[in-house]
């Protein structure tokens, strides 16, 4: 895994696009569309899809062990 060029969370951009989301998390780009899929936040304009910073702090906290549902 390349490391991320973001060194904290202020320095995210406000929308993440899939592979700014897949480089993030590790993934592959094909597991972030899935991602999307699923039960993740998500806005779709147009043909892009894009993740709001805010929204995958929170996805991040409710799905971590330990944190809050």
Do not use: C
């Amino acid at each position: 895994m390349k490391p991320s060029i973001y060194k904290s969370y202020d320095e995210l951009p406000l929308m993440l696009n899939m592979k700014q989301l897949s480089d993030l998390l590790g993934i592959s780009d094909a597991s972030a569309y899935e991602l999307v899929q699923e039960d993740f936040p998500s806005l779709r304009i147009g043909k892009r899809i894009v993740v709001p910073k805010e929204e995958l702090r929170r996805w991040i906290s409710a799905h971590t062990k330990g944190g809050q549902s």
